[in-house]
């Protein structure tokens, strides 16, 4: 591909990463810092270039028939580019890896290998981590990674709807839900770049390279309250959730009635059928046993913590939202 020497005047001292064709003679051309967008010679208008710094606050597309449209937030100022939409794929993952690489959330020279966006989920593997963002826009500095090198288990629960992708960090698994359709490319893109991180050839042997020895059920219960996405955001207690929570304070109230703290309705029964049995024997349950185990009151403070967290991100996102209607606001009585 034939650089023009617009873009070359341009580069300066910047070396030219890579380049997407966008047809006839124009190009996206991308460097550590900036997206060059070069337009040719026209019959009516001479060649042009256009140029986006990626040192961004917020990144968002749009996608129509036929043009896909790139919205760059910068702290002062709002740009914006549209490119067709069959090249709107490799275009984001360029940009994606210069913004991330220029806000530090990625190494330099760390590669985006495959980007996907599900409703309001941005998954991004790059052949270091994987990072997943949730929120309104494509991208902004709220997001969450997985370094491989923390990772210790990748599973997928294939389903007829979506397929959840398991990925284990420290013995927690952090679960994700893609849409079937898109499921068999984000599991090829992951696992190829897992496999080449670990040098290994399948998902066995990457799960007994980095697999944890810890106990897996303690981990699943742990983990049942990650936050899962397919098509849109799920809703934060799920019903099942609602069934399992437990209520230490009522289990108190009730059982401090009863006068059996501790003691299970099946307990109680053979209490009953035994009733010679001195009732001294029931003294040790009654102060030797909590009424709820540990382990559940650590899991629904896990749980807590999570939702207080998604609680948080979604408030900034509204917070953000009211901002801009108002800023449209703004801008449509200045017009009028």
Known sequence: MEIPDLIKQRLGDEALESAVNLGDEDLVCFTPTRTLIYHGEGLLSDDSIEV?????????????????????TYVDREERFTVARDRADPVLERLLEGVLTVTDVIDEGESVEGAFRFSELTLIVTDKRVVKHIGTYLWDADFEEYPYADMTGLDFEEGSVATQIVISVDGRPQ???????????????????????????SLAELNDLIGDDEDEDGDDELGSSDIELDESITPL?????????????ADARSEDDTGDFGITTDTSSDDESGAGEPVEKRGPDRHGEPAVDPEEIQTMKSRLTTLTKVVKRQNKLLKQQHETIDELVEELKRQQ
């Not at 679960?175 to 050839?201: C, G, H, M, N």
């Not at 207690?237 to 304070?249: A, G, I, K, Y």
């Open 52 to 72: 986006y710094e990626h040192d961004i606050e917020r990144l968002d597309v749009s996608e129509g028939r036929r043009k896909a449209a790139f919205t760059l």
């Open 175 to 201: 679960r994700i839900k893609a849409p079937s359709k898109d499921a068999r490319l984000v599991r090829r893109t992951l696992t190829e770049a897992l496999f080449e991180f670990y040098d290994v050839d």
């Open 237 to 249: 207690v799920s019903s099942d959730e609602e069934v399992e929570t437990v209520d230490p304070t």
